[in-house]
T-cell receptor, first 114, second 116 residues
Framework: AQTVTQSQPEMSVQEAETVTLSCTYD???????LFWYKQPPSRQMILVIR??????QNATENRFSVNFQKAAKSFSLKISDSQLGDAAMYFC???????????FGQGTRLTINP | GAGVSQTPSNKVTEKGKYVELRCDPI?????LYWYRQSLGQGPEFLIY????????DSGLPNDRFFAVRPEGSVSTLKIQRTERGDSAVYLC??????????????FGPGTRLTVL
């Protein structure tokens, strides 16, 4: 079974600084997708960034970028120039290409200090 | 356009009661998903609909849980004989299609269920 592990229950960063959230996963599949979702107090999950496993190039979306290490099964999220609005729970998620369900990690609570 | 909506936003019930949670997906989305998020945890998959049929219900924890989507749009998650352990946020998501290719899942705000 696929599993996703986020080893950092909480992280904090100063506004305008850079922070990296860690995620590891376990799968025997070769074709899959990885995601980072943001969940603010409103509870609505918002997709931040996604990575296709077959792509070697790391995905980037504005201030958000990932470090995808397929062999190590590691998928970290880097947030540059942190803003107060970035404060939320962040979830790493996995989806096998042949399946529909997302498998989520336990989440990391990110606090931004002004 | 409107996003995924879920009603009620919060539901408090007593142990042993029956509850229904409703999800309105984004118009035109054929795939619909239910997840359960317990306190301090990530969401866990419950069931996936493609159109009117439940294509994958492997995440339903037991036969007290049942979901329907009779017209391929609105879905209702039904929980019989609720237990305190059913307390969680129930999230619904929809995507344009299902299938093996990537289709972004758009989430609703969830229903917080509290079983006393």
């Amino acid at each position: 079974a696929q599993t996703v592990t986020q080893s950092q229950p909480e992280m904090s960063v100063q506004e305008a600084e850079t922070v990296t959230l860690s995620c590891t996963y376990d799968t025997s599949e070769s074709d899959y997708y990885l995601f980072w979702y943001k969940q603010p107090p409103s509870r609505q999950m918002i997709l931040v960034i996604r990575q296709e496993a077959y792509k070697q190039q790391n995905a980037t979306e504005n201030r958000f970028s990932v470090n995808f290490q397929k062999a190590a099964k590691s998928f970290s999220l880097k947030i540059s120039d942190s803003q107060l609005g970035d404060a939320a729970m962040y979830f790493c998620a996995y989806k096998f290409q042949g399946a529909q369900k997302l498998v989520f990690g336990q989440g990391t609570r990110l606090t931004i200090n002004p | 356009g409107a996003g995924v909506s879920q009603t009620p936003s919060n539901k408090v019930t007593e142990k042993g009661k029956y509850v229904e949670l409703r999800c309105d997906p984004i118009s035109g989305h054929t795939a619909l998903y239910w997840y359960r998020q317990s306190l301090g945890q990530g969401p866990e998959f419950l069931i996936y609909f493609q159109g009117t049929g439940a294509a994958d219900d492997s995440g339903l924890p037991n036969d007290r849980f049942f979901a329907v989507r009779p017209e391929g749009s609105v879905s209702t998650l039904k929980i019989q004989r609720t237990e305190r352990g059913d307390s969680a946020v129930y999230l619904c998501a929809s995507s344009l299609r299902g299938g093996g290719t990537y289709n972004e899942q758009f989430f609703g705000p969830g229903t917080r269920l509290t079983v006393l």
